[in-house]
């Protein structure tokens, strides 16, 4: 019974370069949301999808940033033309629906710009 | 911002019981309080929630005040695996999507030792 499944653990991108993390929801959700952890914060909030559609991404920066939650296979964030300060954690969870229901965290995906 | 507070840090004996506060004086009536842990900067682990009523899982006991403004995580016999960050969220609601999104404060860094 896999869990929530984020790849790659450790990416490392120089400036201008783009970033594409991928979230493998636990099976039988639909419902995914990724967050971002800067260094000694707390999570943020980012963006919240289910297949093929994006509910909210009121955490997500306007520029350079993007998600999708194709019909098959992984989510993705993408960060376009990365700076330093997109250097964080960047967390995805799954839950079956968005009702009340916990959300599942999975690792991570560590990102360092240099 | 996070509706809940949280002190920055405690410390518990091994094999004794951690009683982990949260204030939530905001608190909706149909807002659940939710507790996760965060060790050493994995994914956040979900530990439990409830609406009003007292609850327990093979993890730990929730305990609600009467007027819901706030809460004890307990810990029954804290091991040093238990060292973590806790994180104490109530779902806030989106007016737009009716979704639930989790906000992080800073949480609380209990540090077992033995």
């Known amino acids: 019974n896999a869990g929530v499944m984020q790849n790659p653990r450790h990416l490392v991108r120089r400036r201008g370069q783009e970033a594409r993390l991928r979230c493998s929801p636990m099976?039988?959700?639909?419902?995914v949301y990724w967050y971002r952890q800067l260094p000694e914060e707390g999570l943020k909030f980012m963006v919240y999808?289910?297949?093929?559609?994006?509910?909210?991404e009121s955490g997500m920066p306007k520029e350079r940033f993007s998600a999708e939650f194709p019909k098959e296979g992984p989510s993705i964030l993408r960060i376009q033309q990365v700076v330093r300060g997109d250097s964080a954690a960047y967390f995805c969870?799954?839950?079956?629906?968005?009702?009340?229901?916990?959300?599942?965290f999975g690792p991570g995906t560590r990102l360092l710009v240099l | 911002d996070a509706k809940t507070t949280q002190p920055p840090s405690m410390d518990c004996a091994e094999g004794r019981a951690a009683n982990l506060p949260c204030n939530h004086s905001?608190?909706?009536?149909?807002?659940?309080v939710y507790w996760y842990r965060q060790i050493h900067s994995q994914g956040p682990q979900y530990i439990i929630h409830g609406l009003k009523n007292n609850e327990t899982n093979e993890m730990a006991s929730l305990i609600i005040t009467e007027d819901r403004k706030s809460s004890t995580l307990i810990l029954p016999h804290a091991t040093l695996r238990d060292t973590a960050v806790y994180y104490c969220i109530v779902r806030v609601g989106s007016m737009n999507t009716g979704f639930q999104k989790l906000v992080f404060g800073t949480g609380t860094r209990l540090l077992v030792s033995p």
């Open positions: 969870a799954s839950s079956p629906s968005w009702i009340q229901e916990t959300q599942y």
């Open positions: 905001t608190i909706s009536g149909n807002e659940y």
């Open positions: 999808l289910q297949k093929e559609n994006i509910i909210d």
């Open positions: 099976k039988g959700h639909s419902h």
